[in-house]
């Protein structure tokens, strides 16, 4: 004799408090949706119906949307980028040493003064010049 058996849904019911830290973590950035379903084991939807209720930042009718890239790998970008300008403004000084060092032996062996100097009077301007 063969009995009809039948899987029973288990409905889960969350406490309030439950429900508004959730909406608490992701609010503050802690955490993403995506990291509060795989840390709770509850579904995603449930997580965003959640947010549209309890959320201070929500208003009525406007639905919240979660970008796909988490303030982590943001970070990470921007840090990234951060040292490729380092890297960059580190070649340029590089490149201003060495074009300063070869205007000086220029000017040492040529005896013509290439780079402005600073302390030499300011011309009149519209005067005519010697030619050489």
Do not use: C, H
Request: glycine share 4%.
């Amino acid at each position: 004799m063969r009995t009809n058996l039948k899987k029973l849904r288990k409905q889960l019911r969350y406490s309030e408090d439950l429900k508004k830290e959730i909406v608490s973590l992701f609010e503050k950035g802690t955490y993403s949706v995506l990291q509060l379903e795989r840390l709770y084991g509850m579904n995603n939807v449930t997580i965003y119906k959640w947010i549209y209720k309890y959320s201070t930042f929500n208003d009525k009718g406007i639905r919240v949307v979660e970008m796909k890239k988490s303030s982590s790998l943001k970070l990470k970008e921007l840090t990234n980028k951060v040292k490729d300008l380092e890297q960059i403004v580190g070649q340029k000084q590089i490149k201003i040493d060495f074009l300063e060092k070869m205007i000086e032996i220029a000017e040492d062996e040529l005896s013509i003064p290439i780079k402005k100097k600073f302390n030499t009077s300011q011309s009149t301007g519209s005067g005519k010049t010697k030619q050489q």
